[in-house]
């Protein structure tokens, strides 16, 4: 049995076939070496002989960690993705997202201000987090509507930073 995903990273869309031997991205077969989930998903896969580990969170506003850098992550099967297309812009209606702290960490920027418009991807806060400054990114297009941190401040993972609408 095989199953069909497409997978948006980023603003950039791939095509992910499980199948029973092996699994592709966009038609090229990835070296899956290790799957471990822990409250979240970790995959090990090698690309061009390097190995490489992202941490997928699942969230109402799910991110993936790679590199040090988190970006927002939409996931649907071949099945979802039909709905949608055949109910054509019914679920469109209104939008909200939360923007939660994948890690605890320091807030070190924010990139956006109360009544501003932020574009889906678009990096809203900076939180520094084991050295590292991660970019935390708006999961939708909307419009900020409450900002619950200041530069400077400690948070812990599952903290709300910001809300959009």
């Known amino acids: 049995m095989s199953e069909r995903l497409t997978v948006e990273i980023g603003g950039r869309e791939y095509t992910v076939d499980i199948l029973p031997d092996r699994t592709l991205v966009n038609g090229v077969a990835v070296d899956i070496t290790d799957v471990a989930v822990d409250g ?41 993705r039909l709905l949608k297309q055949f109910l054509g812009g019914a679920e469109e209606v209104h939008q909200h997202a939360e923007v939660r702290a994948s ?6 920027r924010i990139g956006a201000e109360i009544g501003g418009h932020v574009t889906k991807g678009h990096a ?15 999961p939708i297009d909307g419009t900020v509507r409450e900002i619950r941190v200041r530069k400077g401040q400690p948070v812990e993972k599952g903290d709300v930073l910001m809300v959009l609408d």
């Open 124 to 138: 809203v806060i900076i939180l520094e987090a084991m050295k590292m400054e991660n970019e935390i990114r708006a």
């Open 40 to 80: 979240h998903c970790g995959l090990t896969f090698r690309k061009d002989g390097d190995m490489f580990r992202a941490v997928f969170e699942r969230t109402p506003e799910s991110f993936v960690s790679y590199q040090g850098r988190e970006l927002p992550v939409a996931i649907e099967t071949d099945r979802e």
């Open 103 to 108: 890690m605890p960490g320091l807030i070190v």
